[in-house]
């Protein structure tokens, strides 16, 4: 099990449940990191200041940069110290654990040995390195108290229209834990957007939002599988944070974990779907809403006895969470790379980012209106959403020296030239004076530079003469220079001494006497 880096998505969800009240244990679950990292998150926010009766206004990009910074160490490799340590005792603690020795036993006889290390991270080793493993018992779960919990998951149903093809229709199925009742999704893909849709459609038919909710491990929630600490797709973990609801999520191939939900998924599909012609999707929606309400909630449950719609009116529906009126803005997670030219690419369009971070991997947060960038979990650029194919470049994001010419400030360029002087600005003024004055930068780039290998007197005089004749072309002015200095400052000097090759020859010997020849 390798060290993974937790996302600033969970340590807000830390924090807002430790504001909230909870217990490191539940926090721990909620936000699917481990108890005593935690811990730790909940320690540097109260060092940054944040206070538990403050609420969750406290919580800003400046506070979770703060906390980030404090609480994570640098793991190039993706370890720690201890891991490393444990490297060293790899074939003693296999040993151990063919010999059945407990974790437990093992972390002492470490200890007796004089290997200090944390207890989590020795199970961790052991698991990923040694072949330790854990075996499970399944129990009855007894049902949670009503309007807490409701089990989520997909079900594939069959064939309807989509236009001119047929395409597969899927439903996300909800079922209420205490009063079994249903709602139901019909949706084509199966997209964290497509997910949060039919969520919100199941808050309206609900009349609020369950605390707790347990999903199946769909891609479009969980980023990694584990048993004991899944990933969650940062986008519908904000998205649950604006909702107020926790999740819990199944175990990969462990029905069980969400049984009430399972059951429904072929009743679903038998007393529903089956037999009906849908035309299109909108069609099957409004079915499956009215399915939703009246055949499925107003039959006897075989469990409870009871109307699933009746109970859930009766009992559940007061003690849910009130439901936001306003709608989810759904934002893109990704994790660019600043390139060579100070830019990152944020679903489809480009964006600047500090100089300093080129070669870094940030990560992204875009939603309709603002992209955000943050590196190692603190917030280091803001920028207007642009379109796809659009550029948004912020001029102190790039070196000083090359800013001027990447953001074709010619204006700024014309004031450089005019503090060397005053005839070197107006040549300046004179070049840039073009229809597209962009295209003429390099040519004052090339006349600052003859003020830097020649020196300001020498351009300056050139400047004004070639201004006198109305000549503006700077390969002139650097032709008139080289000419002035071949006059004043000539290579043979009459003091200049003369220097002779080791082989040349004397030009007596080629003078040969005409008499001998013949």
Known sequence: MAYREVSVVQVKEVLRWWLAGKGERPIARLAGVDRKTARRYIAAAIEAG????????????????????????????GHGQSWRVLLGEQDRITAWVKEDLTLVKIHILLTRRGVVVPYRTLVRFAVDRCGAGRTTTTVRVADPDPGIEVQVDFGRMGFIPDGERRRTLHALIFTACWSRHTY????????????????????????????????????????????TEPRIND????????????????????????????????????????????????????????????TA?????????????????????????????????????????VHRDF??????????????????????????????????????????????????????????????????????????????????GAYAAALLEHPLPWTKMRQVYRLLGLVKKWGPARVEAACARALEAEAVNVNLVARMIERAREHTEPDARPDAKVVRARFARRPDEFAADQGQLL
């Open 50 to 77: 944040l206070a538990r009766d403050g609420g969750e206004g406290q919580i800003t990009d400046e506070v979770i940069g703060v906390v980030c910074e404090a609480v994570r160490p640098a793991r190039p490799d």
């Open 184 to 227: 139901v999704w019909p949706c084509f893909a199966q997209t964290t957007e497509e997910v949060i849709a039919g969520f919100e459609a199941a808050w309206g038919f609900y009349g609020g939002v369950f605390p707790v909710v347990i999903p199946d491990n769909m891609s479009s929630v969980v980023d990694k599988a584990e048993p």
């Open 235 to 294: 986008t519908f973990l904000e998205y649950a944070q604006s909702r107020g609801f926790g999740i819990d999520t199944a175990r990969v191939r462990h029905p069980k974990d969400k049984p009430k939900v399972e059951r429904t998924v072929p009743y679903v599909r038998s007393n529903w779907f089956a037999g009906e012609n849908f035309m299109d999707l909108a069609q099957a929606r409004i079915s499956a809403e009215t399915w939703s309400a009246t």
């Open 297 to 337: 909630g107003g039959r006897i449950h075989g469990t409870t006895q009871c109307r699933p719609a009746e109970a859930f009116a009766a009992v559940e529906a007061p003690l849910l969470l009130p439901h936001p009126g306003a709608p989810f803005d759904i934002p893109i997670f990704s994790d660019p790379k």
């Open 343 to 424: 830019h990152v690419e944020v679903a489809k369009a480009i964006y600047s980012a500090p100089h300093e971070l080129v070669g870094h991997r940030l990560r992204a947060r875009a939603d309709s209106t603002t992209v955000k960038l943050f590196h190692r979990g603190c917030l280091v650029k803001v920028h207007p959403r642009q379109a796809p194919g659009g550029r948004r470049t912020d001029p102190t994001d790039l070196p000083a020296e090359k800013s001027v010419y990447a953001m074709r400030d010619v204006s700024h360029l014309r004031a450089m030239a005019l503090v060397e002087g005053e005839a070197i």
